[in-house]
């Protein structure tokens, strides 16, 4: 037996080191894939900062966009970002709270309910185009608001309902049961229960996924491209049914060009574009991980 | 004293039922909206159709070869741009998919604390670019980059469009199946290592199959997102509307034509206007058949563990 051990059969150690040589190969082509979305990403950001750096100054920021490539600049297209942006949030995330509330604390477990559930998730999967065919045709044409800032923020509401829905709703699921049973043995209703309980716990992590929702949508360029890019726009919306370009069209229109200097506009406008979403995402982030620490 | 006590409870007791019926329907109706919004798009889909269906027949469109619909002679023929997000589909997906599930594997099976640390996020970063940067990226990143390839590509053609769609779905990819490698229990990981197999053995052959519903789900829900993707193929795979499988060349999505139809200066009515409905239908079908199929395929093939 011992002997036997010391000495295996050599087939046997030649298959193990063979069998050990692939299993390392594999290891390595795995690992270095991973480490390529890394590069991507890298070769991605160096590509846009070197090509668009030169291009962001102040003026770039408080210019109105023009034919001239040295005098044009994204203020207008800023501007409606936050117009959008801001009129989407106002609409968007009471909606989506209160759906997930209904959903998590009220609805009883029946087909109508169950029908809700299964709607909201396939809708998460619909195409951003699609929402787009809609806010074209339904805000802008059926109900005449025309290419404008509150058609532009209907579209992105329905497009980041069923994100913030999904999301509040893993939030409220996440508060425990016994603070309910608390409220209610002191004898609170629903109404106290829900708003003066859950909902405060349940916030940072709805504050999260909203944010993370709402910079999704400031990304969003096809539903927003559909509904807003009909008109020509210079000047910066002064109300919600003002027509508006946004920072995401204004990259699509500076890309399309063929002139050079456009490229590098373009490149000017996605530095803009990811700095803000980054500040939006590291605010989420901020949030989770504060959360994080207080529950543990 | 008793009395009004009781009597002010009474009338809070009314007031507090009041709001509760009042809260709870208003929350329903919130809840509601996300039904309306899907009877809306399949409304406005059927509704603005009919028009073009009067005038081009069901099967010319489904089955005819050529789509010329903004300049005369005229022809609604879909397979074209059927083809062309094919192509980028396919395309992408084999880029994505063994990438993003080695990724993955590596991941879950292989990788420190620390890696997964630096990685996880830069995926998540992946995922959050919007697309228009990718088709920004595609047109002045990497068509140049295959240009020093090969000379003949053109400035628009699928294979730039196709590996930033991969890009944008690589990290769906990943992390779905990180999810699902890693939701298999331990046990059947030190079974493998119990009977002297490798590292890779017991990924390969025991991890991976038996988290093989998740995976696939995964791959089917990569597949939808890449058929819905519109910016980048918009910027980055032109608009020429063609049967052809050369990736080298320019070609249309039925998203980039839906684009081009809702941005350009085609008359409000005319049959161009509602062939965007049709195409947006038919769009509209394959990724709610994808997405159904994804969830199915979970429902019914998850192995369960307990």
Redesign the interface.
Known sequence: MSTSQATPPSEFNSALER??F??SL??N???F??????G??G??LV??FS?GWEWVSFDFLKNPPSRMPHKAGLFSAFMGTIWIIVTTACIAI???V??A???EE??RKNRLNT??EI?????A??????????G???FV?FLKFGPSVLAGALTLT?LI??VI?IASREAIKAVPPSIRLSAYALGA???QT?FHHVLPAALPGIMTGVILAL??A?????PI??VG??AYVRKAPSGILDGFTAL?IQ??NW??EAKPEF?GL??GG?IV??VL?FTM?SIAILIRNKTQKAQS | MAETATFSLGKSKKRSRWIEEATRSGFFLCALASVLTTFGIVFVLIREAIPFFQVVPLTDFLFGTRWNALIEPRSFGVIPLLMGTMIIVIGSGLIAIPIGLASAIYLSEFASDRTRKIVKPVLEILAGIPTVVYGYFALTGITPLLKLINDDISVFNALSASIVVAVMILPMVASLCDDALKAVPRALREGGFALGSTKTEVSLKVVVPAALSGIVASFVLAFSRAIGETMAVTLAAGATPKLTMNPLESIQTMTAYIVQVATGDIEHGSVSYYSLYAVGGMLFLITLGANLLSHRILKKYREQYE
């Open positions: 069998r050990r692939t299993s594999f290891k082509c795995c690992a894939l991973s480490w390529l979305c890394i991507i990403l070769f991605l590509h846009i090509a009471p909606m989506g209160c759906s509330l209904y959903l009220y609805a029908f809700i709607n909201i998730a396939n809708l999967g619909v195409p951003s185009i699609v929402y787009g065919i809609l074209l045709t339904l044409r329905l309902l069923p829905i209703t629903q109404f829900v910079s999704r400031i990304g969003e360029t096809a491209l559909m890019a009909v995401p990259i699509y890309a399309r490229e373009a490149a996605i574009l990811l979403l995402n």
